[in-house]
C-alpha cells in the first residue's frame, strides 16, 4: 500500500510558524519603512518652518513697500540694506532703487531674509520719482 494517503500535517514537523530568519528580516523591513516615515516627518517640520520664514518675510517686504511708497521724499538711488524687527525676528532688507523709462518713476526692488534663517521674499514696486 504504497499509495496510501497520510493525514494533513503528516511529514511536515516544524513548517508550521516563521523562521527565526524570516522574522529578522520582516523586522528589518518594518524598521527601515519606520525610519523613512520619521525623516519624511523631520523634512515635513522643516519645510513648514522655511514656508513660515518666507511668510513673513514677504510681510517685512510688504511693510517695507508701503513705507516707500507713502514716504514723501523719494528713496535714494542704488543699492541700500536695512535692519528691521517684525515679528519677534530679526530682518535684512536689501533694497536696490533705480531709474525707469519714465523720468518720473523709480524702480525698488526689494529681499528681505532673516538675520538667521532660510526663508526670504523678493518685491518690486514702482514709485513716483519726486
Keep these: 500500500m504504497a499509495n496510501e494517503a497520510k493525514p ?7 513548517e508550521g ?16 519603512a519606520a525610519l523613512t516615515l520619521v525623516r519624511l516627518d523631520a523634512y515635513a517640520v522643516r ?6 520664514e518666507s511668510s513673513m518675510a514677504g510681510i517685512v517686504a510688504q511693510n517695507r513697500a508701503v513705507e516707500l511708497w507713502t514716504d514723501p521724499t523719494p528713496p535714494t538711488i542704488g543699492a541700500s540694506s536695512h535692519a528691521a524687527r517684525n515679528g519677534g ?39 513716483p520719482a519726486r
Design 47 to 52: 519645510t513648514a518652518g522655511d514656508l513660515d
Design 8 to 14: 494533513a500535517g503528516a511529514g511536515r514537523r516544524g
Design 89 to 127: 525676528r530679526d530682518w535684512r532688507i536689501e533694497q536696490q532703487v533705480a531709474r525707469t523709462a519714465d523720468a518720473d518713476l523709480l524702480r525698488v526692488d526689494l529681499l528681505v531674509r532673516p538675520v538667521s534663517g532660510r526663508g526670504q521674499a523678493a518685491l518690486t514696486i514702482i514709485r
Design 17 to 32: 510558524g516563521f523562521t527565526l530568519l524570516e522574522m529578522l528580516v520582516a523586522l528589518s523591513i518594518i524598521s527601515i
